[in-house]
Nanobody
């Protein structure tokens, strides 16, 4: 599994960005995939997750209603559509892939994910 995140950039508050995470490895995860974010001096925090074959989507309370996670199995890619961005959304965003299908309560746990992308920076100015 090799994850490549892209789509970050600088936007003003209220703007939108769409992040992509392509899995260029041998097989697209049939388990869980997620987005986390991190700012300097803070722990990496959960943003959103999606599981193969699961119609539910899982979001941190701070992004619920503004962000949307989707996956395209044909392209081995997941996306994070981010709308109504706020300065507090500024962070390095990382995609992650699990080797199995975490239970829903474990999707927010970093330990559930084996593979991580290098991150893409999102900067939101006020």
């Amino acid at each position: 599994v090799q994850l490549q995140a892209s789509g970050g950039g600088s936007v003003q508050a209220g703007g939108s960005l769409r992040l992509s995470c392509a899995d260029s490895g041998r097989s697209f995860s049939r388990g869980g995939m997620a987005w986390f974010r991190q700012t300097p001096g803070k722990e990496r925090e959960f943003v959103a997750a999606i599981r193969y074959g699961d119609t539910n989507r899982y979001y941190a309370d701070s992004v619920k209603g503004r962000f949307s996670i989707t996956r395209d199995n044909a392209k081995n890619t997941i996306y994070l559509q981010m709308n109504s961005l706020k300065p507090e959304d500024t962070a390095q965003y990382h995609c992650a892939s699990a080797i199995n299908r975490p239970i829903s309560s474990a999707l927010r746990d970093r330990a559930s994910y084996r593979y991580w992308g290098q991150g893409t920076l999102v900067t939101v100015s006020s």
